[in-house]
């Protein structure tokens, strides 16, 4: 029941971000309004991580198995795609090297300025 309870959650809040995408007339997909409904709902503590937590972890355990369907409709349209396979091929590794990049830059500055920020007001605290 608990389970039932926690995709019920994920699912209106799913609901709410396809209401938001027909009544806002940006080109906006549903589930980036159910990702920032979620994410400010967890934020504020509106939602507690534990009423989605088991739910989620089980979505994100059968995520490779989401993407067969989306891997057949690639092999169903095969004739289309092989003229521009290349290009896309330089393009999803070149893309994919940058967000790597980018992320990996970010996560050093956000772990460099969270240990700078902790050894300030742990000295702050000392000092006083």
Do not use: C, R
């Not at 959650?9 to 589930?31: D, R, T």
């Not at 330089?90 to 500055?109: L, N, R, W, Y």
């Amino acid at each position: 029941m608990k389970y039932l309870k926690q995709f019920l959650i994920i699912i209106f809040i799913s609901f709410i971000g396809e209401i938001l995408k027909e009544l806002i007339p940006f080109p906006v997909p549903a589930s980036i309004y159910g990702m920032i409904i979620m994410f400010a709902g967890l934020w504020t503590g509106f939602i507690k991580e534990g009423q989605v937590s088991g739910a989620g972890d089980f979505l994100v355990e059968i995520m490779p198995v989401m993407f067969i369907p989306a891997a057949a409709g690639l092999m169903d349209s095969w004739g289309i795609l092989k003229p521009v396979l290349l290009p896309v091929a330089v393009i999803t590794v070149v893309s994919t090297v940058i967000v790597m990049a980018a992320s990996g830059k970010v996560t050093q500055f956000v772990l460099l300025h969270g240990k700078k920020h902790t050894l300030e007001n742990h000295n702050g605290k000392l000092s006083k």
